[in-house]
């Protein structure tokens, strides 16, 4: 119905500083657009994700978790605009 929508996500990303060669997650679910003016939109979004860390040393894990999102957007003039994700 109006409003709702699927998404899709997929990320790698690699930080040897913080003790991993490479983190592989991904992740599907379900989504709102609770706000859709011209000038603010809020949309929500929520899944299950998966996750795979390969560590420096070698180690591998993996685990199963959630994402739960929000993306904020607020155009306060032409020349102007608040963005929050999370």
Request: no cysteine; charged share 25%; proline share 1%.
């Amino acid at each position: 119905s109006e409003g709702f929508y699927l998404y899709g996500l997929a990320q790698y990303e690699r930080d040897r500083f913080q003790g991993f060669s490479g983190r592989y997650a991904v992740s599907g679910g379900l989504g709102y657009q609770v706000l859709n003016d011209t000038d603010i939109q809020l949309s929500v979004k929520a899944g299950p994700a998966y996750r795979v860390t390969e560590f420096i040393d070698g180690r591998s894990e993996s685990r199963i978790a959630g994402l739960i999102g929000l993306d904020f957007d607020w155009a306060i003039t032409d020349s102007l605009k608040l963005t929050q994700d999370t």
